[in-house]
């Protein structure tokens, strides 16, 4: 049989927690594609995707194109399958056309719902716990193509979204393997989606971060899950808050990040 020769595309840190656990079930790409490095922090250095640095360290051949002209193309166009996660860049009908076996997608929803750049962060902020995985082939429009496979999933509670992103991710690679699995033994049938029933979830900014009052609020609780730097504002001052609880019906928050100050607990505030 011939050997499948497959392309990941991704390049932030969800990426990198899917292809640590296909390594650990003996599973790679023949190659990786990621964004360029970018200039980070206040120096501005040189900086590897997290999706770069892992395929580094496991010796796996890295192209990192800022774009995906004609060279690009030409340096992917006798793969078998691509497979895309969090890659950053739209591929173009050209580019769709090129593996046999399609260009895969996982999305942490259960589409139609929940299309677009956040699904995880909307389900949390709309505590939609029965929610799910799905593994699609891309075609030209936005989290649009056929269904390959799904996977329901019920969250007990909701964790933060790093945590929660980490753990989707695993889930998917589960549900990947199998797939590619059936559909080499041609025991896939794409679906379609039913495109009556999509709903779009939108790129958050940081003003969707801010918690108001009450502070107790489950709507609060959620927002500090769902975003990195959730913050709110007291006597005119900013609070970045880095730890807190549901408990008692209630949200606690612990710990914050006063505007010019160290980290501090909450309570010690006032």
Not at 170 to 193: C, H, R, W
Request: hydrophobic share 35%; charged share 35%.
């Amino acid at each position: 049989m011939k050997k499948i020769k497959k392309v990941f595309f991704g390049t932030p840190e969800i990426s990198v927690h899917f292809l640590e656990k296909l390594k650990k079930e003996n599973f790679l790409f023949d190659l990786i594609v990621t964004n360029p490095d970018r200039k980070v922090g206040r120096k501005q250095i040189l900086t590897p995707s997290p999706v770069k640095k892992w395929a580094l360290e496991n010796k796996i051949k890295v192209l990192s194109s800022e774009k995906l002209d004609d060279n690009f193309i030409e340096k992917i166009k006798d793969f078998d399958l691509f497979f895309v996660l969090a890659y950053g860049k739209i591929l173009k009908q050209e580019i769709l056309n090129i593996p046999k076996m399609g260009v895969w997608n996982l999305h942490p929803s259960l589409l139609p719902k929940y299309r677009g750049p956040s699904p995880i962060i909307s389900a949390i902020l709309d505590d939609q716990k029965e929610t799910g995985i799905s593994l699609m082939l891309l075609d030209e429009k936005m989290d649009h193509g056929p269904i390959l496979s799904q996977k329901n999933i019920l969250v007990k509670e909701w964790k933060k979204n790093s945590e929660m992103e980490k753990w989707f991710s695993e889930e998917g690679a589960n549900l990947f393997l199998e797939t590619f699995v059936d559909f080499g033994e041609s025991k896939i049938n794409p679906q379609e989606q039913n495109h009556s029933k999509a709903t779009f979830c939108q790129k958050y900014q940081k003003s969707d971060m801010e918690l108001k009052e009450p502070l107790e609020s489950r709507e609060n609780f959620l927002k500090f899950l769902a975003f990195p730097k959730p913050f709110f504002f007291r006597n005119n001052k900013r609070y970045v808050i880095t730890a807190g609880e549901w408990k008692d019906n209630k949200f606690k928050i612990l710990k914050v990040i006063p505007e010019g100050k160290k980290e501090r607990d909450w309570k010690k505030q006032f």
